[in-house]
């Protein structure tokens, strides 16, 4: 039990306001000893930092990685999300439960470990993965699970620098120099925890050019003309959403975000662990071109070594002068905080991002106001994904027309492509926008695995829809794919076998909304579920012709109806698995049909 | 430069202000969009999804209710694809529904089963494997049943913005989202109602209420909240001649539908059976009942005896501030008139009766300055003496949305924690009894600070001499507030900015209250907080007809509408009968004159010196001495067992007539039932009582009173019976010109260290007999002593240990409640419990030196 002191210490050390309530309770679970925030707990947090109790019961019960009942030192949390879901998630659970005897929800008799499911842990290249508190493993077997806990047997939780995914983000990268590196030249190269060495490497080079040659419209100008647009999944022009920004000198916030929670997305994370610098810069870019003067970084929760070294990089950079007042002897000023997340998908959603920020539960607002209207704490806001700031300082650099001088025509520049799922090689490409499914597969990903044949290939994340085989040389960028109408979204390339059955690969998805939906508005709260419900029908063999039909009624309502995209979202999918493999589900219809893998799913998840 | 916009809906344009929604535009089109999350009077929630409209140019529909307007855009609320979108996200809401509309108490008043059947939907559609959620049948006064929730958040909406209480909240997330009490199950919060209110369908019920009636059985009667000054607008409901539940619409009412948790539950007092129903005479020892005839025939005759053999100073009245103006106003017409004699007071001598003094004396005003609406307005308030959320919870709503929403500054200034401090940019705790001298400082402290601001008041050197002898570091040792809090203040009212200076029981208890009262109309003269619209100098009265009663001359010194009996030729010639000059005896002159045998009858009407006047052992030794002691009441009071007559009146719910509010807001009420078996108005039974004794009344219909009044009370002058619509009329106080007036400041010595003050004051849930005799007493029912944890601690006392506090030889005994809202060196009681008689140690004031031990 946390005594008061405990809790006045975190709390003083964090800040009392709302929105450090992530932090503090953060704190507050790491050292509870057992990863709970018990009731008594978050009364003395209410009482000392004078937010309203329900604010912190309505907090705590959104975000997943927080639970106030007891757990244990160790919290194992098994990925269920797509890519792990396709490389044999559902024997890890198996394998873990036999080793530890104990179901998800559950503590081991000797108290060291509990077991969770949870959603994409953002290492999807080496999946199979779980996570054990902070730290993540890949490439799971039997054998190697059993090592794994064998070995937290005899360790002391930790929380901090050491923790992280065990394959470091720099060999996630694909080795084949057949990729146009310009986002991960450095990786690899540069040292992420020296400032020293990122600027050797020609670092910080842009903004002082900036500062010194260019105006704040000028730099908006270049960022148009180079025709950036954001890789977090929307695919906005960049340079235009920093236009919107209102001039003036009212408090303007640059965000980062990072939550990167798409199923088969861990583009940003490499980025942040191998080359933080580059994302400072380009967060002080936009700063200088936007006049805002504090920029947040929003990180997932579960991206312990991310966090560890932009925390780092920023320490290093104030104390480099690349942030803070009077920067390069201008009048520009600029720092830049870290926020964390909880494990809620839908904060990768922008407003939603921006609620989390201020200590609230992350649900989407809606719009208007848009964020350079009203954003964090009510004032303009630009978010981009890291992907799209880490693009910038070359553009600044090398000129707009140079960044042109790769992808198509209407996308420019490069593309960071995480190739997950049942390949003979898996990982992170970067490669001109526009580069099509066929290469990726064949060329970067070396052919599907073990000689198998291609049944679909996932692209742009749960969001993201389902290709088939005439799209194997759709050119992969922004506009050409919503022309076809799918999505490149954030960039994943998710590719099945003939083994992966279309009904659980859809139910997989469909779980994945139901669990992440925000449950503010209706239709979303209700459809997911509902979707959720007849694709169960499905898998189990109990559906009529007419539930397909259902389906897709539901998710149309939920695309015209949904507050958010995430409501919106689950239609594209639904429809484009439907568009290849109606016959398949409609083969699960008949209560005869022998599918192992639905079977598997349903005796694991929904026994 | 024209910050409207022209937009296009279903073709007919209009021209509306920018931030306006489409729904807005579109109901000021008279454009009906269909609606379930939305209430006008919350931010937008935008969880239902059902006021989709399509927008010309967009890709997908928007919400309505959510969405501004842009110029030039082209909207349309009707088209097969909305009403196909609509009717879906109907179905989404009814899955997992349990469409129990037969058993629920809301059907026939449930937005989802309208909508339902306005769209043709008539069964459920689906189902999610989900367990039912648990129903919680543990909270007093609220049953929330999660099944039947749409999760469409305005419960959430109306606690936090209205209300800002803050007690329940969006828990989870996905399928399972849903709305629970802070901390679970069982709810814990003021219990103000407002959620059930405004839940649209049947997850929040009201629990005295529950399976008591369907709503189209229901008559909805127009009536006047009978709880405290803030005078809301409320409906009985009625079935079978039984109020069965509150409601308060938004439409239509001043308050804006909102009720706090004793309008919205407090009125079991009407149908309660301990109700006195008949009237009763004291035979020998024992009070039987008898005929109307009989019980005023007896006290008629014994009444004219006394008149005649010992004149009628020694005949004496007490009037109340809960019966109607008219019933007051017929009650000093009884005395005056029929009797002839001014011994006519109430409980009200003790406080509020400073009010219109001080008032008159420095802004020439009889009454508050400036209706609540003047709070909506105010960029400063600044609360002094109050705890306006129990004392009037309208203006404490009023003040937290300023404070919240507008970001208007807030000072408040108390002995003890309100709500509002939380609220508040700044908090001053003073010492119990210093606002005097807290105001004083203030004067002072805008005086030294802001010299070229006074040059341009020439006045202000009348003030002068008042605060000539002040050193600010002295009041700042004696009030225990510091120094710079006292300038910070004063720098804040010196802005002068609109804004509005609030005060409440504090004050009106203060050994000095009317001083108090002059010195804040000199702080809101200096201010600028009296002489336009949007500024005020606002009282807080907690009893709902203080200012009907006193304007209706229930005073021994003044006529009605405040007039020198001088000038009481009108009342003669309408009265017919000459009236005495000589101001009569107040409340405790009364007291006084029975004790010395010099006041022999005492008439009652609907008030309990027992339990609600200071030194209520000596009311009982006069209780005693009387030889004719008429009560006249709702309940069978302390004071009713003593009585010789015993005469049984209606509730409010039972007759008509109007109050006046804090705010001077003269309303109308009608009655819902019939009267409870004998029971009659009060002005009834005066009426036939004055007839008994000689004096000829014949009023046909509280109308009639009214009609007297306004002819003979310059200040209802405007307003005719007839006239007051639903929310009746604020009448205008201004009767002179405001001036700076000087005032003098009894010293108030510095406390010893160690030593303990006494305060009381209004408990939420608790206001006297009515609250006491309803369903609040779930709540509770025993009085408590709030304790400061240090001085707790100090004591060895703990949480519920019984706590003795005693002064000159009195002491009083009540549980612990032990908290940071109190001061060290001060203890909270609150008054009119039965249990613990607060009265009986701070007297006439709300505060005084007490001991505290354990035990
Ligand atoms: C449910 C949901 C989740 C999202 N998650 C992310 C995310 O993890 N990272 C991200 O950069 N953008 C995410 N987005 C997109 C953001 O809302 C936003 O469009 C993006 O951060 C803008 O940056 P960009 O313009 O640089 O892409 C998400 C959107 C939705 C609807
Ligand atoms: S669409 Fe889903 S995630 Fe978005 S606001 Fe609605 S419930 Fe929340
Ligand atoms: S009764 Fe009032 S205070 Fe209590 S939860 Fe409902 S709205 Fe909030
Ligand atoms: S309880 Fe009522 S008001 Fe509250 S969210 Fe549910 S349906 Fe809406
Ligand atoms: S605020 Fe006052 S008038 Fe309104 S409901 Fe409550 S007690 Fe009655
Ligand atoms: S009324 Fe607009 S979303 Fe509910």
Request: aromatic share 8%.
């Given at each position: 039990m946390l005594t008061t002191e405990d809790i006045k210490g975190v709390i003083e050390k964090r800040g009392s306001s709302k929105e450090h309530l992530m932090f503090i309770l953060r704190d507050l679970e790491n050292i509870s000893g057992n990863n709970q925030l018990e009731i008594d707990v978050l009364e003395k947090v209410a009482e000392i930092t004078k937010i309203p109790k329900s604010t912190i019961a309505g907090f705590v019960g959104f975000y997943t990685m927080f639970k106030t009942n007891p757990r244990a030192p160790f919290i194992i949390r098994v990925c269920k999300s797509g890519p792990c879901h396709v490389m044999g998630a559902r024997t890890i659970f198996d394998a873990v439960e036999r080793n530890l005897g104990i179901k998800p929800g559950e503590a081991t008799p000797d108290g060291l470990f509990y077991l969770e499911q949870c959603e994409c842990l953002g290492v999807c290249s080496v999946a199979p993965a779980m996570m054990i508190n902070y730290d993540i493993h890949g490439n799971l077997t039997e054998k190697k699970i059993k090592q794994i806990l064998e070995s937290y047997k005899s360790q002391k939780a930790i929380f901090g620098e050491k923790c992280g995914p065990e394959?470091?983000?720099?060999?996630?990268?694909?080795?084949?120099?057949?990729?146009?590196?310009?986002?991960?030249?450095?990786?690899?190269?540069?040292?992420?925890?020296?400032?020293?060495?990122?600027?050797?490497?020609?670092?910080?080079?842009?903004?002082?050019?900036?500062?010194?040659?260019?105006?704040?419209?000028?730099?908006?100008?270049?960022?148009?003309?180079?025709?950036?647009?954001?890789?977090?999944?929307?695919?906005?022009?960049?340079?235009?959403?920093?236009?919107?920004?209102?001039?003036?000198?009212?408090?303007?916030?640059?965000?980062?975000?990072?939550?990167?929670?798409?199923?088969?997305?861990?583009?940003?994370?490499?980025?942040?662990?191998?080359?933080?610098?580059?994302?400072?810069?380009?967060?002080?870019?936009?700063?200088?071109?936007?006049?805002?003067?504090?920029?947040?970084?929003?990180?997932?929760?579960?991206?312990?070594?991310?966090?560890?070294?932009?925390?780092?990089?920023?320490?290093?950079?104030?104390?480099?002068?690349?942030?803070?007042?009077?920067?390069?002897?201008?009048?520009?000023?600029?720092?830049?905080?870290?926020?964390?997340?909880?494990?809620?998908?839908?904060?990768?959603?922008?407003?939603?991002?921006?609620?989390?920020?201020?200590?609230?539960?992350?649900?989407?607002?809606?719009?208007?106001?848009?964020?350079?209207?009203?954003?964090?704490?009510?004032?303009?806001?630009?978010?981009?994904?890291?992907?799209?700031?880490?693009?910038?300082?070359?553009?600044?650099?090398?000129?707009?027309?140079?960044?042109?001088?790769?992808?198509?025509?209407?996308?420019?520049?490069?593309?960071?492509?995480?190739?997950?799922?049942?390949?003979?090689?898996?990982?992170?490409?970067?490669?001109?926008?526009?580069?099509?499914?066929?290469?990726?597969?064949?060329?970067?990903?070396?052919?599907?695995?073990?000689?198998?044949?291609?049944?679909?290939?996932?692209?742009?994340?749960?969001?993201?829809?389902?290709?088939?085989?005439?799209?194997?040389?759709?050119?992969?960028?922004?506009?050409?794919?919503?022309?076809?109408?799918?999505?490149?979204?954030?960039?994943?390339?998710?590719?099945?076998?003939?083994?992966?059955?279309?009904?659980?690969?859809?139910?997989?998805?469909?779980?994945?909304?139901?669990?992440?939906?925000?449950?503010?508005?209706?239709?979303?709260?209700?459809?997911?579920?509902?979707?959720?419900?007849?694709?169960?029908?499905?898998?189990?063999?109990?559906?009529?012709?007419?539930?397909?039909?259902?389906?897709?009624?539901?998710?149309?309502?939920?695309?015209?109806?949904?507050?958010?995209?995430?409501?919106?979202?689950?239609?594209?999918?639904?429809?484009?698995?439907?568009?290849?493999?109606?016959?398949?589900?409609?083969?699960?219809?008949?209560?005869?049909?022998?599918?192992?893998?639905?079977?598997?799913?349903?005796?694991?998840?929904?026994? | 430069m024209n910050d409207n916009v022209t937009i296009t809906i279903d073709g007919k344009g209009i021209s509306v202000p920018k931030e306006t929604t489409i729904l807005a535009a579109a109901r000021a089109l008279g454009i009906e969009i269909p609606t379930l999350c939305y209430h006008p009077k919350l931010l937008p929630i935008g969880s239902c999804r059902l006021c989709l409209v399509e927008i010309e140019g967009y890709e997908k529909p928007v919400a309505s209710c959510t969405t501004p307007v842009v110029d030039a855009m082209k909207v349309t609320t009707q088209s097969e694809k909305l009403l196909a979108l609509r009717k879906e996200a109907i179905q989404f809401m009814l899955v997992n529904h349990p469409l129990d509309c037969p058993i629920c108490d809301k059907g026939g008043e449930c937005r989802l089963q309208d909508l339902a059947f306005e769209f043709g939907l008539d069964q459920e559609v689906f189902k999610i494997a989900a367990s039912p959620l648990l129903i919680d049948y543990l909270s007093p006064l609220v049953e929330r049943n999660n099944n039947r929730c749409v999760r469409c958040g305005r419960c959430v909406s109306v606690c936090n913005e209205i209300q800002g209480e803050m007690a329940i909240e969006w828990v989870n997330h996905g399928y399972d989202t849903e709305i629970l009490p802070r901390g679970g199950y069982p709810l814990n919060c003021e219990f103000c109602g407002q959620c059930i209110a405004h839940c649209p369908v049947g997850a929040l019920l009201n629990r005295p209420f529950k399976y008591k009636a369907r709503a189209w059985e229901l008559e909805k009667i127009h009536s006047v909240c009978p709880y405290c000054g803030g005078g809301c607008a409320i409906e009985l409901n009625v079935r079978k001649n039984k109020v069965l539940r509150i409601t308060s619409s938004y439409e239509d009412t001043h308050n804006q539908g909102n009720l706090c948790g004793r309008g919205n539950f407090g009125f079991g007092f009407i149908n309660n059976n301990n109700r006195l129903h008949s009237p009763l005479i004291k035979r020998r020892k024992d009070q039987v009942p008898v005929t109307w005839e009989d019980a005023l025939g007896s006290a008629s005759e014994q009444l004219k005896k006394i008149l005649k053999s010992s004149g009628p100073e020694s005949i004496a009245g007490l009037g109340s501030p809960r019966v109607s103006n008219e019933d007051n106003y017929l009650f000093q017409k009884f005395f005056r008139a029929v009797?002839?004699?001014?011994?006519?007071?109430?409980?009200?001598?003790?406080?509020?009766?400073?009010?219109?003094?001080?008032?008159?004396?420095?802004?020439?005003?009889?009454?508050?300055?400036?209706?609540?609406?003047?709070?909506?307005?105010?960029?400063?308030?600044?609360?002094?003496?109050?705890?306006?959320?129990?004392?009037?919870?309208?203006?404490?709503?009023?003040?937290?949305?300023?404070?919240?929403?507008?970001?208007?500054?807030?000072?408040?200034?108390?002995?003890?924690?309100?709500?509002?401090?939380?609220?508040?940019?700044?908090?001053?705790?003073?010492?119990?009894?210093?606002?005097?001298?807290?105001?004083?400082?203030?004067?002072?402290?805008?005086?030294?600070?802001?010299?070229?601001?006074?040059?341009?008041?020439?006045?202000?050197?009348?003030?002068?001499?008042?605060?000539?002898?002040?050193?600010?570091?002295?009041?700042?040792?004696?009030?225990?507030?510091?120094?710079?809090?006292?300038?910070?203040?004063?720098?804040?009212?010196?802005?002068?900015?609109?804004?509005?200076?609030?005060?409440?029981?504090?004050?009106?208890?203060?050994?000095?209250?009317?001083?108090?009262?002059?010195?804040?109309?000199?702080?809101?003269?200096?201010?600028?907080?009296?002489?336009?619209?949007?500024?005020?100098?606002?009282?807080?009265?907690?009893?709902?007809?203080?200012?009907?009663?006193?304007?209706?001359?229930?005073?021994?010194?003044?006529?009605?509408?405040?007039?020198?009996?001088?000038?009481?030729?009108?009342?003669?010639?309408?009265?017919?009968?000459?009236?005495?000059?000589?101001?009569?005896?107040?409340?405790?002159?009364?007291?006084?004159?029975?004790?010395?045998?010099?006041?022999?009858?005492?008439?009652?009407?609907?008030?309990?010196?027992?339990?609600?006047?200071?030194?209520?052992?000596?009311?009982?030794?006069?209780?005693?001495?009387?030889?004719?002691?008429?009560?006249?009441d709702i309940f069978y009071t302390e004071v009713a067992t003593k009585a010789d007559y015993v005469f049984p009146a209606v509730t409010f719910a039972e007759k008509e007539g109007t109050f006046t509010s804090g705010e001077r807001r003269v309303q109308k009420f009608f009655p819902g039932i019939s009267p409870y078996r004998s029971a009659l108005p009060d002005w009834e039974i005066i009426q036939r009582l004055s007839q008994l004794m000689g004096y000829p009344m014949a009023y046909a219909h509280p109308k009639a009173i009214m009609n007297e009044i306004t002819s003979l009370v310059p200040q209802y002058n405007e307003i005719t019976y007839e006239r007051l619509g639903r929310n009746g009329i604020t009448l205008s106080s201004t009767e002179g010109i405001p001036h700076f007036t000087p005032f003098s400041i009894n010293k108030v010595a510095k406390p010893k260290p160690g030593s303990f003050t006494l305060i009381t004051g209004t408990a939420f849930f608790h206001s006297g007999t009515l609250s006491t005799n309803s369903g609040l007493t779930v709540l509770g029912s025993k009085a408590w002593v709030e304790i400061n944890s240090e001085d707790a601690g100090s004591l060895e006392i703990h949480e519920g240990d019984p706590v003795t506090i005693s002064s000159a030889g009195k002491a009083i005994s009540a549980a612990a409640k032990i908290t940071s809202a109190v001061p060290r060196g001060v203890v909270f009681v609150p008054n009119n419990f039965r249990d613990v008689q607060v009265n009986q140690l701070v007297a006439n004031q709300n505060y005084c030196p007490v001991e505290v031990t354990k035990g």
């Open positions: 394959v470091e983000g720099k060999a996630c990268v694909i080795d084949d120099d057949r990729q146009t590196k310009r986002l991960l030249v450095m990786v690899g190269k540069v040292d992420p925890l020296s400032i020293d060495s990122y600027i050797k490497n020609g670092g910080y080079a842009a903004i002082r050019k900036a500062i010194r040659e260019y105006s704040s419209d000028d730099v908006i100008n270049i960022v148009k003309d180079s025709g950036l647009s954001g890789r977090g999944g929307a695919g906005f022009p960049a340079g235009l959403k920093w236009s919107f920004m209102p001039k003036g000198d009212m408090q303007k916030y640059v965000i980062c975000n990072a939550d990167e929670g798409e199923p088969g997305t861990f583009k940003d994370r490499v980025l942040m662990e191998e080359n933080p610098h580059l994302i400072i810069e380009g967060m002080l870019l936009c700063g200088y071109a936007t006049g805002a003067t504090v920029g947040y970084i929003y990180v997932r929760g579960e991206f312990r070594r991310a966090i560890e070294r932009l925390q780092r990089a920023i320490d290093q950079a104030r104390e480099s002068r690349m942030l803070g007042k009077h920067l390069s002897g201008s009048t520009f000023s600029f720092d830049i905080f870290i926020k964390e997340g909880g494990g809620a998908y839908v904060c990768g959603e922008e407003s939603s991002l921006m609620n989390s920020m201020e200590g609230k539960r992350g649900f989407p607002r809606f719009r208007p106001p848009f964020p350079a209207g009203a954003g964090f704490m009510g004032m303009p806001s630009n978010v981009n994904n890291v992907e799209t700031y880490a693009s910038v300082p070359m553009i600044i650099e090398h000129g707009a027309t140079w960044y042109k001088s790769l992808g198509t025509e209407k996308c420019s520049g490069t593309k960071l492509y995480c190739l997950s799922g049942k390949l003979n090689r898996t990982g992170l490409v970067e490669l001109p926008m526009g580069t099509t499914l066929r290469e990726l597969i064949d060329i970067y990903g070396k052919g599907i695995k073990d000689g198998k044949t291609f049944k679909f290939a996932q692209v742009g994340g749960s969001a993201g829809g389902v290709f088939g085989e005439d799209l194997l040389d759709l050119p992969l960028d922004i506009d050409q794919t919503i022309k076809a109408g799918v999505t490149l979204g954030s960039g994943v390339v998710l590719a099945c076998d003939k083994d992966t059955c279309a009904v659980d690969f859809l139910l997989n998805i469909i779980s994945f909304f139901a669990h992440e939906s925000c449950g503010q508005c209706v239709p979303c709260r209700v459809g997911t579920s509902q979707l959720h419900f007849l694709a169960k029908k499905f898998a189990m063999r109990t559906a009529v012709e007419k539930d397909i039909d259902s389906m897709i009624e539901k998710a149309q309502l939920m695309k015209q109806a949904s507050l958010c995209a995430l409501g919106q979202s689950p239609i594209l999918p639904i429809t484009t698995t439907l568009k290849y493999f109606r016959e398949e589900f409609l083969n699960h219809c008949n209560t005869r049909y022998s599918c192992p893998e639905c079977d598997m799913t349903l005796e694991r998840f929904y026994r | 009797i002839g004699t001014n011994n006519i007071d109430s409980s009200v001598h003790f406080n509020y009766r400073n009010l219109e003094r001080g008032l008159r004396a420095t802004l020439g005003l009889s009454a508050s300055s400036h209706g609540f609406d003047a709070l909506e307005k105010a960029q400063v308030i600044f609360v002094l003496g109050a705890d306006v959320r129990a004392e009037s919870p309208p203006a404490a709503l009023k003040i937290m949305k300023m404070a919240r929403v507008h970001g208007s500054t807030l000072v408040v200034a108390n002995p003890r924690k309100t709500k509002l401090d939380k609220f508040a940019n700044v908090h001053l705790r003073y010492r119990p009894g210093t606002e005097l001298l807290l105001v004083a400082g203030i004067l002072k402290a805008v005086g030294e600070k802001n010299k070229d601001l006074l040059d341009n008041i020439p006045q202000f050197p009348v003030l002068k001499k008042s605060l000539e002898g002040i050193i600010l570091q002295e009041i700042s040792e004696v009030t225990g507030v510091p120094l710079e809090q006292i300038y910070q203040v004063a720098t804040i009212l010196a802005k002068r900015e609109t804004g509005c200076i609030v005060f409440g029981y504090e004050v009106f208890t203060h050994q000095q209250a009317k001083e108090v009262v002059v010195s804040l109309g000199n702080l809101a003269f200096l201010s600028e907080k009296v002489s336009q619209k949007d500024r005020g100098l606002i009282p807080i009265i907690a009893k709902n007809n203080v200012q009907g009663m006193l304007d209706m001359g229930v005073m021994p010194d003044l006529l009605p509408g405040y007039q020198q009996f001088e000038k009481g030729a009108p009342f003669e010639k309408v009265w017919r009968q000459p009236i005495p000059k000589q101001p009569g005896k107040n409340a405790e002159a009364i007291l006084q004159g029975i004790l010395d045998g010099k006041i022999k009858a005492l008439y009652l009407m609907g008030c309990d010196p027992l339990m609600e006047f200071p030194f209520p052992d000596k009311w009982e030794e006069a209780s005693d001495k009387l030889e004719w002691l008429a009560v006249q």
